[in-house]
């Protein structure tokens, strides 16, 4: 193997909480904060900046204690404004880390995005006396899905509970073909 990208992760990230921990020791000794509140915030931190290079991380939270000290103890969402407001800062690396959507959900390359699964369905509905047809999105169930939405399975079981008969469809990726195969276009709405 030429170049081990994990290691290198690793040690940017063993380098940022390292930084981040220099930083906080700072403000602490400035504001007569104690190790309680150093321990409190380190996690946070390392949360919110890890993404960032070491290098630029560093200069950027010297920076700040030098030139931008506030009257009071700076609070984290300060302190990130700070950062994201240099030139060099990319919006990516703010972003929280949920892990990676499975190929159902995903809606990017990466699995950055998603969560959601397209549930299409045509049923009867004893309450209304008539035929319905609906599309909805319900919450995907896999790891990096977090939210408190209905679960895309409890969705369909609640579609057949009113109609056992009922014609239902939903997104999914095919991995024969290499694509998500849409819900909509799976159903006969789409043809009418």
């Not at 390392?46 to 931008?68: C, K, M, Q, S």
């Not at 004893?126 to 995907?140: G, H, L, P, R, T």
Request: charged content about 30%.
């Amino acid at each position: 193997m030429l170049f081990d990208v994990s290691n290198k992760e690793t040690t940017e990230k063993k380098m940022n909480q390292q930084i981040i921990k220099t930083f906080l020791s700072r403000i602490a000794d400035h504001y007569g904060k104690n190790a309680y509140w150093i321990n409190n915030f380190k996690d946070l931190y390392n949360t919110a900046f890890g993404r960032v290079p070491a290098r630029l991380l560093e200069t950027w939270l010297d920076d700040y204690l030098i030139n931008h000290m506030p009257t009071f103890c700076p609070t984290l969402p300060d302190v990130k404004e700070y950062i994201r407001s240099k030139p060099m800062a990319r919006d990516e690396w703010f972003l929280v880390d949920r892990g990676i959507f499975c190929e159902h959900c995903r809606t990017d390359e990466e699995g950055k995005d998603g969560g959601l699964r397209v549930i299409s369905a045509r049923y009867y509905s004893k309450e209304d006396q008539k035929e319905k047809s609906i599309v909805v999105s319900a919450q995907c169930d896999c790891p990096a899905t977090q939210g408190t939405g209905r679960i895309w399975t409890d969705t369909i079981e609640a579609i057949k509970k009113t109609d056992p008969k009922a014609t239902i469809h939903f997104d999914y990726y095919d991995f024969d073909l290499g694509g998500k195969i849409s819900a909509v276009h799976q159903s006969d709405e789409m043809w009418r």
